[in-house]
């Protein structure tokens, strides 16, 4: 009983610390992050094989966040797993990588946590997926790899 208080008590840790950034923000959608952090809870502590404080340990399991409605989910789990920061070199630099502050500028400008992550500058985001509608051209164009009759170009559909 006291395990499901606890994971209880931790996915509205997360949901409440991802609705709080958006609103402070006024930039983004909460509920994304409300109806997702069970979910996220779950996959980082419970599938996921990731170290917080080796992030770059090659065996690691990769979380991708595509949605930029949910990027506070992301920030949230980087925050509240303590993921440590590494820097340009791959150095561990003994601080965590998203703090209290960080979160606190959510989707500012210069802000460790924008809307939408990019990989290589924060710990733990693993891949950039760029802005709005650039993860459908990135997913039709991987497929179009895999199954090549699957998807037909953007450019054969608009010029038939």
């Known amino acids: 009983m006291a395990d499901n208080k606890i994971t209880q008590l931790a996915i509205n840790t997360i949901r ?3 609705i709080d950034a958006i609103q402070k923000a006024k930039s983004g959608h909460p ?26 340990w090659p065996n690691r399991d990769r979380f991708v966040l595509s949605n930029g409605h949910a990027s506070m989910l992301l920030w949230s789990i980087l925050h509240l797993t303590g993921v440590q920061a590494v820097n340009a070199e791959y150095e561990n630099l003994g601080q965590p990588s998203i703090t209290l502050d960080d979160i606190r500028r959510f989707r500012q400008l210069n802000s460790k946590a924008p809307g939408h992550p990019e990989y290589h500058w924060i ?20 497929r179009r790899l895999i199954q090549p009759t699957a998807v037909p170009s953007v450019r054969r559909e608009i010029n038939p």
């Open 16 to 18: 409440t610390l991802s």
């Open 31 to 56: 509920g994304t992050p409300m109806a997702l952090a069970p979910l996220v809870y779950t996959i980082w502590n419970r599938v996921l094989r990731f170290d917080p404080q080796d992030p770059i």
């Open 123 to 142: 710990s733990g985001v693993e891949t950039t997926t760029g802005p709005v509608g650039v993860e459908f051209v990135i997913s039709r164009r991987y």
